[in-house]
């Protein structure tokens, strides 16, 4: 169906200024967007919107001469909606691919997509209008919920539970064993890994990203939070919700993590770290076993420091060679000068 600037402002809720008749069929950038195209411009860019050739453009304040523009609080958020409603995913057609491997006691949901090649094992349930593409395993008992897309070579181990609207890249990994050993006088034996993970509605896993099961108890990933590619959950961490974790981050074994949390890029953590609702990690962080992070807090370095020490810290270090120079030259003045001089 046809979408209007008009159509648009309506779903938004946003303030519509120009034409209401404007055809919009996709989305671009404010600098590449030609006719049909809708795009964003924050705050600092609103000087370029009437350089844009886009056909609509979301905007936080103001009216632009010619152009159709809609007012909204939030322009890229706004954004983000509306492409998904512009252009929503290509999902495949449901049904079960003859290549497909399914148990005859499987719960297999109206709608729902099965790929080649895929394996479903016994008491598995699916809900409706999930998708599961070629490759992926499901083991024995894990269960799924409704909307879910599930892409290629996902594996899912045995009892793992996975919630509504989650979206897992290809080639993760849910449920694997935790790294759990004990020491003993013949070297190291394998702790029990028995427990389960359970993830929450609005989830989205990056590629290749893995979460390990519960030794004992379980691995819990709250609802809305999102992890990028190639990142670890150890076992029995507990993530809350709405938290972001970024790429190449690794999470020891019984962390917790609050709501909210913002952790960047190449983030190290200790077991049994304790990081509180709000607080922010910054790249490349490492931090040590059994620290605990505030609320709000935001922290940085290795090892994790609050990042107004590590200022302090990084503008004396900057010093450093001024600070050595001026000693070198006091030294020789005192050589010179002897003892009493």
Same mark, same amino acid.
């Given at each position: 169906?046809?979408?209007?600037?008009?159509?648009?402002?309506?779903?938004?809720?946003?303030?519509?200024?120009?034409?209401?008749?404007?055809?919009?069929?996709?989305?671009?950038?404010?600098?590449?967007?030609?006719?049909?195209?809708?795009?964003?411009?924050?705050?600092?860019?609103?000087?370029?919107?009437?350089?844009?050739?886009?056909?609509?453009?979301?905007? &936080?304040?103001?009216?632009?001469?010619?152009?159709?523009?809609?007012?909204?609080?939030?322009?890229?958020?706004?954004?983000?909606?509306?492409?998904?409603?512009? &252009?929503?995913?290509?999902?495949?057609?449901?049904?079960?691919?003859?290549?497909?491997?399914?148990? &005859?006691?499987a719960?297999?949901?109206?709608?729902?997509?099965?790929?080649?090649?895929?394996?479903?094992?016994?008491?598995?349930?699916?809900?409706?209008?999930?998708?599961?593409?070629?490759g992926?395993?499901?083991?024995?008992?894990?269960?799924?919920?409704?909307?879910?897309?599930?892409?290629?070579?996902?594996?899912?181990?045995?009892?793992?539970?996975?919630g509504?609207?989650v979206?897992?890249?290809a080639?993760?990994?849910?449920?694997?064993?935790?790294?759990?050993?004990?020491?003993?006088?013949?070297?190291?034996?394998?702790?029990?890994?028995?427990?389960?993970?359970?993830?929450?509605?609005?989830?989205?896993?990056?590629?290749?990203s893995?979460?390990?099961?519960?030794?004992?108890?379980?691995t819990?990933?709250?609802?809305?939070?999102?992890?990028?590619?190639?990142?670890?959950?150890?076992?029995?961490?507990?993530?809350?919700?709405?938290?972001?974790?970024a790429?190449?981050?690794?999470?020891?074994?019984?962390?917790?993590?609050?709501?909210?949390?913002?952790?960047?890029?190449?983030?190290?953590?200790?077991?049994?770290?304790?990081?509180?609702?709000?607080?922010?990690v910054?790249?490349?962080?490492?931090?040590p076993?059994?620290?605990?992070?505030?609320?709000?807090e935001?922290?940085w370095?290795?090892?994790?420091?609050?990042?107004?020490?590590?200022?302090?810290?990084?503008?004396?270090? &900057?010093?450093?060679?001024?600070?050595?120079?001026r000693l070198?030259?006091?030294?020789?003045?005192?050589?010179?000068?002897?003892?009493?001089?």
């Amino acid at each position: 169906m046809k979408k209007t600037a008009k159509d648009l402002a309506e779903f938004l809720g946003g303030r519509l200024h120009g034409s209401g008749s404007e055809s919009v069929e996709s989305v671009a950038d404010l600098e590449n967007a030609g006719p049909g195209d809708l795009c964003y411009a924050e705050a600092q860019f609103l000087d370029r919107v009437l350089a844009s050739r886009a056909s609509c453009v979301l905007v &936080s304040e103001g009216r632009f001469p010619d152009r159709t523009t809609i007012e909204v609080p939030n322009p890229k958020a706004a954004f983000a909606r509306a492409a998904a409603w512009i &252009s929503p995913p290509r999902r495949p057609r449901p049904g079960v691919d003859p290549t497909a491997i399914v148990a &005859s006691d499987a719960e297999i949901g109206a709608d729902v997509f099965v790929g080649a090649h895929v394996v479903v094992e016994s008491e598995v349930v699916v809900g409706a209008s999930t998708v599961i593409h070629p490759g992926c395993h499901l083991g024995a008992g894990c269960r799924i919920g409704k909307g879910t897309t599930v892409y290629p070579n996902v594996v899912i181990y045995p009892g793992a539970e996975v919630g509504d609207r989650v979206v897992l890249h290809a080639g993760v990994v849910i449920g694997s064993d935790g790294f759990g050993y004990v020491r003993d006088e013949d070297g190291y034996v394998k702790f029990p890994q028995v427990g389960r993970v359970e993830i929450g509605d609005d989830v989205e896993i990056g590629a290749n990203s893995t979460v390990d099961r519960g030794a004992l108890g379980a691995t819990v990933i709250g609802s809305g939070t999102k992890i990028d590619n190639l990142c670890h959950v150890g076992h029995n961490v507990r993530i809350g919700s709405r938290t972001v974790i970024a790429a190449q981050t690794g999470i020891s074994g019984s962390v917790t993590i609050g709501d909210d949390v913002v952790i960047a890029g190449q983030v190290g953590i200790a077991d049994h770290v304790r990081i509180d609702t709000g607080a922010v990690v910054g790249a490349q962080c490492g931090i040590p076993s059994g620290k605990r992070i505030r609320a709000g807090e935001v922290f940085w370095g290795t090892p994790a420091r609050p990042l107004k020490d590590v200022k302090v810290q990084q503008a004396y270090l &900057s010093r450093l060679p001024r600070m050595a120079e001026r000693l070198a030259n006091l030294e020789k003045k005192v050589e010179e000068t002897g003892p009493g001089g």
